[in-house]
């Protein structure tokens, strides 16, 4: 790694940043007084959650923030560039190019959104090299080619000139990573580059990264909000929180000795490899017992034409009961449709699912039809998506009383009230709160009351499907706890689906690994992270961003093992 | 005898060979196979369309058998009951609706015939000749002219959105934020004005904007350019005795202007709308930023990203955008005292309830506007790759 | 200017601490945005100012519109004037003058006894071309003074009266009028009927047949939209290309068609009326059930949908508590959207004589007249319905578009 220690002058430097923002609801302080400086070559890890106001710094840089942003007078941005001073913020016109592509580029969260979707990639790449390197058509052409190669594209004569919707997730952040490099820029901001893709394709593109910024030699702001990503990658560390700067350091500084206790938090929300929970000594009777069980959609192939696409394949599986179950699987694996499966609401082909100890049997699979009613006072779902898993027309005490009412469970308007009000309380939900509407809450709040309404019928069961991927990481945290709370008290089986496979490490007993529709491997949480047998599971084991230190990584050095 | 009956069935041969074609391409390319799946379905969508006219159609008051023996009767015929019987018999209209139907779209289908006009004594095709052409061209005209208007001044309103009346950015000088807000406030002013003019053209529809005109003109004391010519040039032939007739087409200019610009004010007023938002849409998307991340600004940065990118949908609203047009053409046409097909529709459904020259008309209207969405929707999956991803799948 | 600043932020978040935000429902959410939309607001008071003087129009207008009003010494006339003050002096109260009928200067009985010069004399004079039959003289000694709440003609303020039950509230007060003679403020039309009391009349008629013909779309819209929806399928293929095929017809020709058709039966105009507004509104369904098709199929995929049969609930309850409610806000807007297109169909209809026809006041009637020469050239008065007519729509469609941006249930979202 290159550690730039010398005392030449920064290439960037951030004095006293605020904006606000002029809102319907009035003036919102977005950034407060933010100072950041990079150096030439340095990798400068920006860290915080959602709404810290670690993108709006990063568009401010390149002078993107949206019009109703105030950026106040005493804030400074200078990029030396060239030997001079240039003040960012007093750009005008035409100048404007040199933080916009020319001495600094910019990698967004989301390739696909990022490229113009009916314009050719080699198009945007051959326009963005004229306009900066003055390079002629055939020569931006060659240079891109190249680029496309560097960046590990397979064949990329042909890629080139394709559009985006035509290449997969991990090949369009290279795409991107191609275009943001074609201008030679002395600074690249990366915004969260790695969030939206798996885990073994996060590894690489950071892989991939790391190898460009040593050959292009320049320095790299990384928006984050994973540290154990930030640890792979970073040199030093700043981490906001609503709009602050609570810690600034080196990376081994601020990962191994935090300070603030927000940086303590997002510690927290890695995975603790060495200090994984016991295998239970008996395995526990299981809950319920899927036996080859296959979810077939039909997809359109072209026009009328439809084919059935199997999202899982011929599944057997015994689910212990009491316990946190984690599934885990890249995007496209059929985690999510066998979650819903065991609902009753994925279409199932062929094999049956059955839940045991049940008051009334239920039982269904392919030809068997559901008994809905009884299904759903056994098991229920905590949705992904907290805005649109709540009705926006509904109280929130209709919609947690939803499934009392809609099953007749209660017998009087009382009888609901009591038990919509003790679940809440259990959900940690203030009670003042039922009479609001869900646009009132927050994404966490929204979630705790998603699991309010799973809960209020007293079910035995519940698929939680990425409840937490749409939160921040603090928020994850609670309701985490919450979740394991209710397992305890209540002693609830919970299926946990998720992708991320720190949240897994942390919270669950059991995990299975999911992939293409079969399941590759199932044991306790000990076996899957410290002692994977399948291939598979050890190549995703060994992608995790985690914090690694010499003295420490006693864990680190058996996933490296592995993944070699 | 061949001959002959290939003349009697050419628009039937025509047909299917397109069909053909299609259908053979359509094996071994994706894309023809959606292409012919598409001819189909406009085919289709004619037949249920001229259903849908022809019984329309049969709930206007008189027959033609009833309205051919009037005729006769005011030649000094004596008519009785059975003659009127007779001549009902000898029209086919004693047949079911379904059988007359079938009879008809079968004429139509076989060689382009489109019925016969009882109250013009001659066959439909005959008595729109040209007429239908010019209401076309009209139409056309009208379409380009709000297509000219609004499709600038659409994307100029767009480019307003989101920007300040005031200059706000502290960083500036005292200087540059007020000629700054200067051209902010122009811009805002004329983009006001114009949502002002495409709210107008609803509430000011298009016959109310021609006697708005003629008020005008009765203002002003000047005769209003009724027609296509004025009296003295009606008549002249394009190419006289000193070879073309420029006059004539100064004359035809000066009056044409007046029905393009009537029949595509609320188009313009409603296309003016559509273009803002569509580009609006677009340019809040996340590649414009990307783009502008990169450098690219001003024209090409607008042009080149989201009005590039609202084209297609653009395009593929002329077929209902047609129909609009030609949707207040009759009331235009009375208004302003045209003679093509529209007037000759209102003549048709109001006057002289001729059901078979009246369900022609529609029937024609509703075939341009279907081909023109068939042709817009093949153009679009040969050229918009996201067209292309939508309805041929990933191949 | 930052301690202003620093206040108003404080203020706008203890204004988002206050309850009622949280407990506020849909509705009360969009009438929250909508007051922000400031051309919204201004639409709506026009709006609302027209639709009330419509209804009430018997007590807003000063003279029955029917041909019993009708001011035989007043045909023709151009409006008259409000004034406070000429050279006779200054009243707090406004008043017109009396108009008296310019006398023809010709000599019956000269004609009558056949003098070929007098009738050359008479022609000449040009007593009998039109621009000369609505001259008047203005006598400015006689003022006639604005009263309010006079009593005049008797009519039905509110008929409630449904079946057995007789509810119907008469009076006989009007706004204002004057204290003798007549007022005409926008002239009278060639049988002396008012131009102003004719208008205020029609805005109802006209905003009824719409009303009725909204009614009517939208239960066929939502009849079509919401089987082709909810069902799918085959039903929805055939259902969707007749739709198209419907959208694909110019709708005016139709209406038409149909106009003639209803010609051939003897209609009282109050059925005729009904009709036309059930045909407008029954051939006009093919966008709405498009969208309707749409929005039910997006939402059926939402989440909370799912939620909700995961928690056992019926098809029905999920169609009535669901499903129903998510269109609700979207219908309203959309009718509202819809009104300036329905009347128009109605006007043009009228305009070309197959609607509503007189004596019947609606803007279409009123504004076919316009079409005439006579009035083109010497009763530009009669134009006042057309600026009434441009008012009222433009105030629908400021309306409409404020309220579409403020339904929006989801512009909050993030």
Known sequence: MIINNSNRKNLLEIRDLSIDFNTDEGIVHAVDNLSLSIRPGEVMGLVGGSGSGKSITAKSIMRMAPNNAIIQPASKITLNYQDQAVNVLKLRGRDLRLVRGGAVSMIFQEPMASFAPAIRISDQIIQTMQIHLGYSKDQARREGIALFERVGIVDPEKRFDQYVFELSGGMRQRAMIAMALSTKPKLLIADEPTTALDVTIQAQVLDLMMELREQFGMAMLFITHDLGVVSKIADNVTVMQCGKVVEVGSADQVLYQPKHSYTKCLLDALPHLDNLPEAPTHTPEPLLSITNLSISYPISVSGRKTELFKAVNNISLDLPKGQIIGLVGESGSGKTSLGKAMLGAAPISSGTVEYHHTKKKVKFGAGKAIKRKRLARTAQLVFQDPYSSLNPRMTVRDIIAEPLEAMKLTKNREETDRRVIEVAKRCHIEVEHLRRFPHAFSGGQRQRISIARALVCDPQFIVADEAVAALDVSIQDEILKLLKELKEELGLTILFISHDLSVIANLCDWVCVMKQGEIVEQGSVRQIFLDPQQAYTQKLISSIPLLTTPGKSVQGATVLKHSA | MFIQFLADTWLLWILLSIGGLLWWSGRASQYFNYVFRRYLLALMTLLLVSGIVFSLMEVMPGDCAEKYIAYKNTQGEIITQADIQAERVRMGLDKSLPERWGRWITNLTLRGDLGFSCAKRQTVNLALGNRFWVSFMFCIAGLIFSYLIAVPFGIFSAFTINKPWVEKNPQYSKMEKLFSTVLLSLQKILDLLLRIISYLGLALPNFLLALTIILLYVFAGEPMPTGLFSDQWRNVPWFGNNGFEVEKLYDFLSHIWLPIFVIGWSATALQLQTVRALVVDESNKLYVDAARARGVEGVSLWVGYPVRHSISPLFNSIGFDFQRIFNDLPIVAIVIGLTDSAALLIEALAMTSDQELAAAILFLVALVVISMNFITDVVLAAVDPRVRKSVLGNG | ?414
Request: include cysteine; charge should be neutral; proline fraction near 3%.
């Open chain 3, 1 to 414: 200017m930052s301690v202003i600043l620093a206040r108003f932020g404080r203020k706008s978040k203890q204004k988002k601490n206050d309850e009622s935000y949280y407990t506020a429902g849909q509705l009360a959410l969009i009438k929250g945005r909508f007051k922000k939309k400031k051309s919204g607001v201004i639409a709506a008071w026009v709006l609302g100012t027209l639709v009330f003087m419509g209804f009430f129009a018997p007590f807003f207008s000063p003279i029955d519109p029917t041909i019993r009003g009708a001011d035989a010494d007043y045909r023709r006339g151009a409006p008259q004037v409000l004034h406070f003050w000429d050279e006779n002096g200054f009243s707090a109260r406004p008043f017109s003058y009396t108009y008296t009928k310019e006398k023809s200067k010709i000599d019956i009985k000269t004609l009558m006894s056949g003098g070929l010069d007098a009738l050359d004399a008479f022609i000449s004079s040009g007593a009998l071309s039109s621009s000369s039959q609505n001259k008047f003289n203005v006598d400015k000694n006689e003022r006639r003074d604005i009263q309010f709440f006079v009593q005049g003609w008797e009519y039905s303020l509110l008929d409630l009266s449904v079946g057995e039950l007789d509810l119907d509230i008469r009076w006989d007060r009007h706004l204002f009028g004057v204290d003798q003679g007549q007022i005409h403020l926008m002239g009278t039309d060639e049988d002396g009927k008012d131009i102003f009391s004719r208008t205020l009349h029609a805005i109802w008629v006209t905003l009824s047949i719409a009303i009725v013909a909204l009614v009517v779309k939208l239960f066929t819209s939502l009849l079509v939209g919401g089987i082709s929806g909810y069902f799918g399928g085959r039903i929805d293929t055939v259902l969707m290309s007749i739709t198209e095929a419907v959208r694909v017809i110019p709708a005016i020709p139709i209406y038409l068609a149909c106009a003639v058709a209803l010609a051939q039966f003897d209609l009282t105009p109050i059925q005729r009326y009904f009709a036309i507004a059930v045909i407008i509104g029954a051939l006009d369904f093919a966008t709405l059930a498009r969208r309707l098709r749409t929005h039910i199929l997006t939402e059926r995929n939402q989440d909370y949908i799912l939620a909700a049969q995961l928690c056992g609930s019926s098809t029905w309850r999920i169609i009535w508590r669901h499903l129903i409610p998510s269109f609700s806000s979207y219908i309203i807007v959309d009718t509202l959207i819809n009104f300036p297109y329905v009347i128009l169909a109605e006007t043009s209809l009228s305009f070309l004589g197959l609607g509503l026809t007189e004596p019947v006041n609606s803007l279409g009637v009123l504004l076919q007249k316009a079409q005439d020469p006579d009035i083109q050239q010497n009763m530009v008065w009669q134009f006042f319905p057309l600026l009434v007519f441009v008012f009222m729509i433009m105030a629908f469609v400021f309306v409409g578009d404020a309220l579409r941006d403020a339904a929006d249930p989801y512009s909050e979202k993030k």
